[in-house]
């Protein structure tokens, strides 16, 4: 199966901000552990991070042209106001997996409201990276 996963602004920076919250472990770990369990499935996968909105509206139409399966994304700060990039995931008709490394629901309020996740097939949140392997398991159908 060939899958995508986006990730939205200051995902670069896992390791770096925040830690109490998003832990220890830096961006090139957490490429490399989706790259590996893509690989252990038999599964084709690119990882794409921006912190630009643009981007990522670019990627998840390319993913349309080039015949990507499914997509995890975690849209970091995009997840609560970026109606472009809920339009574009909207347009392209693959399952998708909203992904949060953090549980949104007990941080501040504004992060309570995803405005993407209406148009994604499901949401992982609070489970730290492991999230994005249960949402890859889920669009592989091996969950």
């Not at 670069?12 to 472990?25: D, M, P, S, T």
């Not at 957490?30 to 599964?43: S, T, Y």
Request: charge should be negative.
């Amino acid at each position: 199966m060939k899958l995508l996963v986006l990730n939205g602004p200051n995902l670069n920076f896992l390791g770096i901000r925040e830690k109490g919250i998003y832990g220890n472990q830096d961006y090139a770990y957490l490429v490399n552990l989706l790259n590996e369990h893509a690989q252990k499935g038999g599964h084709e996968l690119e990882v794409f991070q921006s912190n630009c909105e643009g981007a990522l509206i670019d990627k998840i139409q390319e993913a349309y042209h080039s015949g990507v399966e499914g997509i995890v994304i975690n849209p970091g700060a995009f997840t609560h106001y970026s109606y472009a990039i809920r339009d574009a995931l909207a347009s392209i008709q693959v399952p998708i997996v909203e992904v949060h490394i953090s549980n949104v629901h007990k941080r501040e309020e504004f992060r309570h409201v995803s405005v993407t996740a209406p148009v994604c097939t499901g949401q992982v949140v609070g489970l730290g990276l492991r999230g994005y392997l249960l949402a890859m398991d889920y669009l592989t159908g091996t969950v």
